[in-house]
């Protein structure tokens, strides 16, 4: 079993100033390394200077992405699209917990897999799983710690840890928040590939899990559609629309699906940018998220 926290990493200087350590963090490529303190030439400096832009710029607008999430499909969104540019996961199981000993409540994000609510029953059912995750980083004094899934590992190897296996997913980010008397409110925990979680990722997850919390808390807050809602909402796409849909959410290309229905790539593309009109949204990724909202999609 490995645990890690976003203790400085080999190379890093023990800064007492934060700010410098977070524009360490946020130079570095994802692996745990800085920069060195050689000269570096204009055309260089300048280079990192457009990569720290772009890196602020990212930072920012999921910031602000988060407060736009008011409803499931949302947050779906936002997750499985633009956060991934800041953190790349492959499934995302979001935790809330109530009481002590705390009792789970989880729900699973991701892309890559066609039933992740799978992911996240597996997760709760499990009774090694969430507990495990959360003792490490309550041991960990609430920093995020990182996880390798398998038999080693405090959450064993039963059902989840295989299905991550298959996935190719077994390196698990989680980090949460916590209240002022220490007790856990919630956890979120990424899948990833094994080498994807450096030091940056782990910066980013602390950066990110405050704004991560209040989205999620606010999905929980629903609205039950009214007939008239449905009924309008179903008439939206037809009956070959919403079956495209279907094979879009299930990570079909356009030359796969033609072929599942004996249709040419082109006529799949030509439905698939009527869905995107229709929905009001800019890519296969929203327009999921777009039908998952106005409930006219049941996977």
Same mark, same amino acid.
């Not at 607008?61 to 407060?67: E, T």
């Not at 996240?120 to 059912?125: A, E, L, Q, T």
């Not at 390798?148 to 080693?152: K, P, R, W």
């Given at each position: 079993m490995r645990v890690t926290t976003n203790e400085p990493a080999e190379g890093f200087a023990p800064q007492p100033v934060q700010v410098i350590t977070?524009?360490?963090?946020?130079?570095d490529g994802g692996n745990g390394e800085a920069h060195s303190g050689a000269p570096q030439s204009g055309t260089h400096q300048a280079a990192t200077a457009q990569a720290d832009f772009l890196q602020i710029e990212s930072i920012v607008?999921?910031?602000?992405?988060?407060?736009r999430v008011h409803a499931r499909a949302h947050f779906f969104s936002w997750t499985q699209g633009l956060l991934q540019s800041l953190i790349r996961h492959e499934l995302l199981i979001c935790t809330l917990c109530h009481g002590k000993p705390p009792a789970f409540r989880a729900d699973g994000f991701s892309m890559h897999s066609p039933d992740p609510a799978l992911f996240?029953?597996?997760?709760?059912?499990d009774s090694s799983i969430a507990p495990a995750l959360l003792k490490s980083w309550e041991e960990r004094r609430?920093?995020?710690i990182v996880m390798?899934?398998?038999?080693?590992s405090p959450i064993?190897?039963?059902a989840f840890s295989r299905e991550l296996e298959r996935m190719g997913a077994t390196q698990l980010l989680s980090h949460g928040l916590h209240d002022a008397d220490g007790h856990t409110l919630s956890l979120f925990t990424f899948a990833c590939r094994p080498g994807t979680v #450096? @030091?940056?990722?782990?910066y980013l997850a602390q950066l990110l899990a405050p704004a991560m919390h209040a989205a999620w808390v606010r999905t929980q807050v629903t609205r039950t559609p009214t007939g008239n809602d449905r009924a309008s909402n179903q008439s939206i796409l037809t009956v070959r629309e919403l079956d495209i849909l279907k094979w879009i959410y299930l990570g079909k290309s356009n030359f796969?699906? #033609? @072929?599942?229905?004996?249709i040419s790539p082109l006529t799949v593309k030509n439905h698939v940018q009527k869905i995107l009109r229709k929905l009001n949204v800019v890519n296969r990724t929203q327009a999921i998220g777009k039908a998952l909202e106005l409930r006219i999609f049941n996977p």
């Open positions: 977070q524009k360490t963090v946020l130079q607008l999921n910031l602000d992405a988060a407060l996240s029953d597996m997760f709760v059912r609430f920093q995020p390798e899934a398998g038999s080693a064993g190897n039963g #450096g @030091a940056r990722q782990l796969e699906i #033609g @072929a599942i229905l004996k």
